[in-house]
């Protein structure tokens, strides 16, 4: 019997997906939905079970799973912070036979959005996870985690500021070195999507970017997307927080602002901003740093 247009989803113009192929998967699954998202890479859905019970699927490329990082971490943050589990995956080959990734998840609704009443529970959920110990995990993450992002800090595009050029990024990256900033797992990908609330709860989404770095690069990404997405008001609420909240970590104005100048010429290497967002960033950031609540 075909399969009803209603019920196949192009992916790149050479996937799809359909009830058949997701009950072959999990067999309890008895209707889905498209979650709308930018990348045409990817596919998300929701699932749901005879049980009345829903699930996430995630679609992705198989290159996910080469990477050793994806399972490790998510194994290793099973109950150690709030973020939904990882309950099955497999390998399944589109209709042109390139194989694909199928990733099924817990689903966890959101119940509210995030705003300056409920930050703080953001804040914290974020601390807990930069904050996690690896020393007496059995897996070396130090090892699997420790990526140098310093070839990536050098691909200076010459419409940047010279304040962003490369000797520039060397000397901003020795400072950072210097202060004896604290090193932990960091997200790399910090953005108000990848948190949901519920249940009073903040949960952390989608690690594929995850490092062992300075975790002050980290909340540097998290302030800069912030910028970038025009939730600047969250920024004092989310510096404030994080320092009360990590003991572990001191409050160093010019240090963040360095961290800041950092990230955000990652991100646009890393293709998570635009150059205009980018040169936008880096003003916003200079009024911030002269701002006397900062």
């Known amino acids: 019997m075909k399969s009803?247009?209603?019920?196949?989803?192009?992916f790149n113009s050479n996937n799809y997906l359909n009830l058949r192929l997701i009950k072959d998967f999990w067999p309890s699954v008895i209707s889905y939905?498209?979650?709308?998202?930018?990348?045409?890479?990817?596919?998300?859905?929701?699932?749901?079970?005879?049980?009345?019970?829903?699930l996430f699927l995630k679609i992705r490329q198989i290159e996910w799973l080469n990477n050793k990082n994806n399972l490790l971490i998510l194994h290793f943050l099973k109950d150690k912070i709030n973020t939904p589990n990882l309950?099955?995956?497999?390998?399944?080959?589109?209709n042109k036979g390139k194989k694909r990734l199928w990733l099924l998840y817990e689903?966890?609704?959101?119940?509210?959005?995030?705003?300056?009443?409920?930050f703080k529970i953001v804040a914290r959920e974020l601390v807990k996870f930069h904050n996690l110990d690896l020393k007496n995990n059995p897996l070396d993450f130090q090892y699997f985690l420790r990526k140098n992002i310093g070839r990536e800090l050098g691909k200076i595009d010459r419409r940047i500021p010279i304040l962003l050029r490369k000797k520039n990024i060397l000397a901003l990256r020795y400072f950072v070195k210097k202060n004896n900033s604290p090193k932990g797992l960091c997200h790399f990908d910090l953005d108000l999507k990848n948190f949901i609330i519920n249940n009073n709860?903040?949960?952390?989404?989608d690690f594929e970017m995850t490092k062992y770095d300075y975790v002050i690069f980290d909340l540097a990404i998290f302030i800069n997307q912030l910028i970038i997405n025009k939730?600047?008001?969250?920024v004092i609420p989310l510096i404030k927080y994080y320092y009360q909240l990590n003991k572990k970590i001191k409050y160093n104005k010019q240090l963040l602002y360095c961290s800041q100048l950092l990230m955000i010429n990652?991100?646009?290497?890393?293709?998570?901003?635009?150059?205009?967002d980018l040169l936008a960033v880096a003003r916003h950031i200079e009024i911030l740093y002269k701002s006397k609540n900062f």
Do not use: F, H
């Open 201 to 205: 709860r903040a949960y952390i989404l």
């Open 266 to 276: 990652y991100m646009y290497n890393q293709n998570l901003t635009t150059l205009r």
């Open 4 to 10: 009803s247009l209603r019920d196949k989803i192009l």
């Open 107 to 118: 689903y966890i609704k959101p119940d509210e959005k995030i705003g300056l009443k409920n």
């Open 87 to 94: 309950l099955d995956y497999k390998v399944c080959q589109d």
């Open 231 to 234: 939730k600047s008001k969250l």
């Open 33 to 54: 939905k498209k979650v709308k998202i930018k990348n045409i890479n990817k596919i998300d859905a929701i699932l749901k079970t005879r049980e009345r019970k829903n």
